[in-house]
């Protein structure tokens, strides 16, 4: 059964930086791709940013291009998500997802919220 549990979400103000965790357990991690996605209050779920096995090719949301950095440490079963320069629509909950899809099994998120 495939488990997701984000962490590292926090209330951080604008320009500041925040790096999440997502710990998986019950698939083979290494060899599928990952994704994050997030969603706002009253917005629809969005897809943030995607990584590939094996050579680790990323892609983003242009909106978060610069800024976020995707990363894995297969070792660890652990996708991170480094968010730079962090802005207020950035604020959502923060979802792992195993796969391509945004509609793909997911953890039960960690809250960011870009405020001053």
């Known amino acids: 059964e495939v488990h997701l549990v984000e962490s590292g979400g926090a209330l951080v103000q604008p320009g500041g930086s925040l790096t999440l965790s997502c710990v998986a357990s019950?698939?083979?991690?290494?060899?599928?791709?990952m994704t994050w996605v997030r969603q706002a209050p009253g917005k629809p779920l969005e897809w943030v940013s995607t990584?590939?096995?094996?050579?680790?090719?990323?892609s983003y949301k242009d909106s978060v291009k610069g800024r976020f950095t995707i990363s894995r440490d297969d070792a660890k079963n652990t996708l991170y998500l480094q968010m730079n320069n962090l802005k207020t629509e950035d604020s959502a909950t923060y979802y792992c997802?195993?796969?391509?899809?945004?509609?793909?099994?997911r953890g039960q998120g960690t809250q960011v919220t870009v405020s001053s």
């Open positions: 997802v195993k796969g391509l899809s945004i509609g793909g099994t």
């Open positions: 990584i590939r096995p094996p050579a680790g090719v990323t």
């Open positions: 019950g698939f083979e991690f290494s060899t599928s791709d």
